[in-house]
């Protein structure tokens, strides 16, 4: 047998006993057989190095040092999962899913635990690993190619010839509970910091610029779904091919059409998760059938066919130590307690939001007191209550500073905030900035808020545009910054000048705009010379937008200094790509569509779609204005009410004759 022959056999040999050892848990051969086989493949290859099979496993060992993580972007957005709390909102969403779906008697829930890790997305293309990618917005991850590759059990060959030529699967990267042990203890021999839990351990392993680093950390991938679902009849039939093709996938997974044993299942899972292997956070619930959960489809950021069960939040009792006050950008202070560290489901917590004036005064939190805090998920801890028989005596309620703590302008109150009004507050500035260069706006890796401060306080920066006037010379004036950091920061700043209008509109930190409503708009505006011409009759109809956030808008776009702003952004170089439209014909032009019920040959989202395709406009309420409401199985009120004002209703049937005239 020549080298090129037993190289592909030792390759073969190996990445079998690999998939029996980590996904099957059934090995045939030891350790050292293994580590025999593996010393003779790695000999072959240095002798011949260009016979090096692309998913040969001596490629896990990591080589590639990066400067930054590149931007790569989802072809199918890596949806998040809408949450509940308890059985009554589990039967909530099982309530919702059937009046959807009308009477259909095949509907079967698949459960499983959902893993405590970061959320990463791994492509193949004729069986081969090609690409792999954090989640990041959903939208938009990080390229973590030659990291993931290092992982023990991502297999850079999929198994069997049965598998899509182009195919991506999406799941957890983990560290199993002994391992992290493990991990801490040397670190602790080695005298460094050690990680707080498995998943900060496992997200910093997988964003390392020194692959050779991650391959060296006890990392575990599970795949738990995939872009391309109607490859499968079921949820579980995936997990199954997924597993015969190489890939470990959750145990403990369920199927049943009763909510009740989902609870029992949940409960049983909670009760005895300090046991199982990797830490979990709930339990998720996906309707079993692809073809239904196609038909069902998603709203905004989460699908409808799937939520994830939290099991309660944590809680700890800590003291008060001092209550300080937060500037943020739109100028609303915000108290925030600072506490006695305490350590809250693995995480050692040593602030805890106030959230408002009126919630301030409604639980009355003195500094002293002994206050129980609560930390669900990833959410910002909060402070429940105070212990009433611990209140230290003498001990007054907190006041509110009568000037602006950064600034020292008059505050006021309006409504539940006090507020400083002074637009060129030092903090409301940082604040604003801070918002412009995150993830979700314009997206500038290794602008933190510490560099923000340094360069607000310098005078370096005191508006969006200064960001773009940045060069490398001015960077290196600050504390820590060197020559590669500054040319990576500026190259961050010149990648961010291609934006989407979408993100470009968030990122201006507008009152009462979140990044929902930023889409919204910018599906409907196109561009932004659109947007800044807009008055309050151009945003009437659009969904979710009441007159707070229409008032918001109007009085933002009709000020001199805030197009100034955007004018000045765009003449530094900024390209606002508009957003592309989503017409291929007018038919539907000038009509507008409700749709109410649930229809079984099609979702809703693909008849917005259509309908949007066609020129038409949908929308979430019945008004005058209101052309066609379009009506399924099990309509609500929306019927009754386009019958009150004599408004046309359309089957499905009539609508697709409609636009096919």
């Known amino acids: 047998m020549d080298a090129r022959e037993r190289i592909k056999e030792l390759v073969n040999t190996l990445n079998h006993h690999s998939y029996r050892y980590y996904v099957l848990d059934d090995p045939e051969i030891s350790d050292a057989e293994y580590d025999e086989l593996f010393n003779e493949l790695k000999h072959l290859e240095s002798l011949h190095p260009d016979m090096v099979l ?5 490629q896990k060992v990591g080589y590639k040092v990066l400067t930054d993580f590149k931007k790569v972007k989802h072809k199918i957005p890596m949806l998040s999962l809408s949450n509940v709390f308890d059985y009554e909102e589990l039967m909530d969403f099982d309530l919702r899913v059937k ?6 008697k095949n509907l079967e829930y698949v459960a499983e635990p959902k893993l405590d890790g970061l959320a990463v997305s791994i492509s193949y293309k004729d069986g081969v690993f090609i690409k792999a990618a954090t989640r990041g917005d959903g939208e938009v991850g990080e390229d973590i190619t030659e990291n993931v590759r290092t992982i023990r059990n991502v297999p850079l060959k999929m198994l069997g010839h049965d598998h899509p030529k182009e195919f991506e699967i999406r799941g957890e990267v983990v560290i199993p509970k002994q391992e992290f042990e493990k991990l801490n203890k040397v670190k602790m021999e080695n005298g460094e910091k050690t990680f707080a839990n498995p998943r900060n351990a496992a997200a910093g392993s997988v964003r390392q610029l020194d692959s050779k680093i991650t ?12 872009t391309s679902e109607e490859l499968f009849k079921t949820h579980t039939d995936a997990l199954e091919k997924a597993k015969r093709w190489g890939f470990m996938v959750p145990k403990n997974v369920i199927t049943t059409d009763s909510i009740q044993k989902i609870k029992t299942f949940f409960e049983d899972l909670i009760r005895n998760r300090q046991a199982l292997e990797v830490d979990i956070d709930g339990v998720v619930i996906k309707v079993n059938n692809t073809a239904l959960q196609s038909e069902l489809g998603s709203i905004a950021r989460s699908p409808r066919w799937a939520v994830a069960w939290k099991p309660p939040a944590h809680t700890a009792t800590t003291t008060v130590n001092k209550i300080a006050v937060q500037v943020g950008r739109t100028g609303v202070l915000t108290p925030v307690a600072e506490l006695e560290p305490v350590e809250v489901g693995g995480v050692e917590i040593k602030r805890a939001t106030l959230h408002n004036a009126s919630e301030l005064e409604r639980k009355d939190i003195r500094v002293g007191d002994t206050v129980v805090i609560e930390r669900a998920g990833d959410v910002i801890p909060a402070i429940l209550r105070y212990v009433d028989d611990k209140r230290p005596k003498g001990s007054r309620k907190f006041e509110f500073p009568k000037k602006c703590p950064d600034c020292d302008i008059d505050v006021v109150r309006e409504g539940v905030n006090f507020v400083c009004n002074n637009s060129k507050c030092p903090s409301r500035i940082k604040e604003a900035l801070n918002h412009f260069i995150s993830r979700d706006a314009m997206n500038i890796d290794g602008m933190g808020e510490k560099l923000i401060e340094q360069l607000v306080e310098r005078n370096f920066i005191r508006s969006f545009p200064d960001i773009y006037r940045l060069n490398a010379a001015t960077l290196m004036m600050l504390d820590r910054m060197g020559t590669k950091s500054a040319n990576n920061i500026i190259n961050a700043i010149n990648e961010s000048k291609n934006v989407s209008l979408d993100k ?16 919204e708009l910018a599906k409907r505006f196109k561009n932004i010379d659109k947007l800044k011409n807009i008055n309050e009759k151009d945003l009437e109809g659009i969904e979710g937008f009441g007159p707070n956030i229409i008032s918001s808008l109007v009085s933002f776009f009709n000020s001199k200094d805030n197009i100034k702003r955007i004018d000045e952004i765009i003449s530094l170089g900024v390209n606002i ?14 009509l507008s569509f409700v749709i109410t019920g649930s229809f079984k040959e099609m979702s809703r989202d693909k008849i917005s779609e259509l309908i949007e395709h066609n020129g038409g406009k949908v929308s979430s309420s019945v008004s005058k204005r209101t052309s066609y409401v379009i009506v399924g199985t099990e309509p609500g009120s929306k019927l009754d009410k386009a019958k009150e004002l004599n408004i046309k209703t359309l089957d499905l049937k009539e609508f697709l004759a409609l636009i096919s005239l």
């Open 54 to 58: 692309e998913y040969s496993p001596t």
């Open 215 to 226: 391959a060296t950390r006890p990392l575990y991938f599970y795949a738990h779904s995939f």
């Open 504 to 519: 470009f509109i968030y990122a201006l930190g507008i009152d009462l705009i979140g990044s929902e409503n930023a889409k």
């Open 99 to 104: 009046k959807l779906l009308g009477d259909n």
């Open 577 to 590: 790509q508009e957003t592309a439209s989503a017409q291929t014909s007018t038919r539907l032009n000038g």
